[in-house]
């Protein structure tokens, strides 16, 4: 049983204007198997708190925790939160240029899992999962991400959770720009993951639509840096209907 535990966490980024406070006391705990959908209006904190955890250098940490298997998961380099067992699916993933996909997704689970996979075995792996993401293979030989459609690049961030196999997925609005077609390819792909390997799933949306696909077992509304309110899917249910206004007129 993996578990991701986040206490008090408060982060700042530097801004024209001096250092903005963004997160502002954050709790949260995710174990394996269970997933979590963080929901709130733009600006409230959600990504933040997703490049905090991954470790992005331009999110300063000013308190608090956050322990993975009771290891201090902010003491740890960005490479080291992934050979721990984080995992950080992009809401604008980047382009590679000169880098294969099929590189970069060897030379990743190797940096991963400490030692390469056996070759024949891993493009066997490799070709199942892109087939069953509907990704033609033919990607595979292109830089990374580079021409891709924001469907593609999608698929490509589903496509390395799938094979890193990580402890605890963060999935940062996976479902933006995606039509229904695509957006249920990628579900299938993050359920597909979440079954095989029981990893533990934090995913960012705006949206109940992708809730109707990856089923949450909690809900946390993000307003002004903090956990507004949680429950369970009928709260998705009733931000779809109703929106923020109530938590944002507290404000």
């Not at 024209?16 to 709790?27: F, N, Q, S, T, Y």
């Not at 394996?32 to 992005?56: F, I």
Request: no cysteine.
């Amino acid at each position: 049983m993996t578990t991701l535990e986040i206490r008090d966490l408060r982060v700042s980024v530097e801004v024209p204007e001096g250092v903005k406070p963004i997160l502002k006391g954050v709790d949260l705990t995710i174990r394996s198997g269970e997933t979590h959908a963080v929901m709130g209006p733009n600006g409230s904190g959600k990504s933040t708190l997703a490049y905090s955890l991954a470790g992005h250098p331009k999110y300063q940490v000013t308190g608090g925790s956050v322990t993975l298997d009771g290891a201090d998961v902010l003491a740890m380099g960005v490479d080291q939160r992934a050979r721990a067992g984080l995992f950080l699916a992009m809401q604008y993933p980047v382009e590679v240029p000169g880098v294969t996909l099929a590189n970069f997704l060897r030379t990743a689970k190797t940096a991963v899992s400490g030692q390469a996979p056996p070759l024949r075995s891993w493009i066997k792996e490799v070709g199942a999962a892109m087939d069953q993401l509907r990704f033609d293979r033919e990607f595979s030989e292109r830089s990374v991400n580079e021409g891709f459609s924001g469907g593609e690049k999608k698929r490509n961030e589903i496509l390395q959770m799938e094979l890193l196999k990580p402890k605890i997925a963060i999935l940062d609005e996976t479902d933006s720009g995606l039509d229904v077609d695509a957006l249920r390819v990628v579900s299938e792909g993050v359920n597909r993951a979440k079954e095989q390997t029981g990893s533990g799933i934090m995913l960012i949306t705006h949206y109940n639509r992708i809730l109707e696909y990856i089923k949450p077992d909690f809900v946390h509304v993000f307003v002004a840096g903090r956990v507004a309110e949680e429950g369970g899917r009928d709260l998705a249910a009733r931000l779809e209907a109703e929106g923020y206004d109530r938590f944002l007129s507290t404000v």
